[in-house]
């Protein structure tokens, strides 16, 4: 141990700096500069006035974010691509409907029951998977269906099941943007990923 930190109140001190550095290292980018770190905390710790004003501060971070998504996206582009392709290639099936948003969707049972909101709490059977075919999730094999509100799922589900009525079931194709994006979702889900949902649309609970 470093001379340094004999007492208690250094060995913490220096233990919830190293933390900070390691939660700064796991989110890094492109130019990030400790020196200024420091200084910041030291400002900010001591009460001084803020070097850079919050309008700067504000436009700063947009452009971090936006390099760093494009970073992202570009270590993506073979997913991008192939699920582009893909979507282009099913909408030119005939039983294929396309929204104005990219989602894409095909009626398998039409359904002839109430009609959910956004608002609405719904019971439905899915099955989902990636473009090649992987299962990702399905209540099907759980032998469960599964109850949420129409509003907290993706949007690509929120938007379908506020035109889909009680009865339906219907084959989604989700764009990456209407799914789960440069997140994506656990092991199962890579970022950028297209997906495509089975839905049965049991009833509206609530």
Do not use: C
Request: no cysteine.
């Amino acid at each position: 141990m470093s001379a340094q930190f004999k007492t208690v109140e250094t060995q913490a001190s220096y233990g919830i700096g190293f933390q900070m550095g390691q939660q700064l290292q796991s989110n890094p980018f492109d130019g990030l500069d400790l020196d200024s770190v420091l200084t910041g905390l030291k400002d900010a710790f001591t009460g001084e006035a803020p070097q850079v004003d919050n309008d700067t501060l504000r436009t700063a971070f947009g452009e971090i974010h936006q390099r760093m998504q494009a970073a992202k996206a570009k270590q993506h582009e073979a997913a991008i691509a192939e699920g582009e392709s893909f979507l282009a290639d099913n909408a030119k099936r005939d039983e294929v409907t396309v929204t104005e948003s990219g989602l894409q969707y095909e009626v398998i049972n039409a359904g002839d029951g109430e009609v959910p909101t956004a608002d609405s709490t719904i019971r439905a059977h899915y099955h989902g998977t990636l473009i090649d075919g992987s299962v990702f999730d399905s209540s099907y094999e759980r032998g469960q269906p599964a109850e949420f509100p129409v509003g907290g799922v993706i949007k690509g589900w929120t938007e379908a099941l506020q035109i889909m009525p009680v009865g339906a079931k219907w084959r989604l194709y989700v764009p990456h943007d209407l799914a789960y994006g440069e997140q994506g979702a656990g092991g199962a889900i890579a970022p950028y990923s297209t997906l495509i949902f089975d839905i049965e649309l049991l009833d509206v609970v609530a």
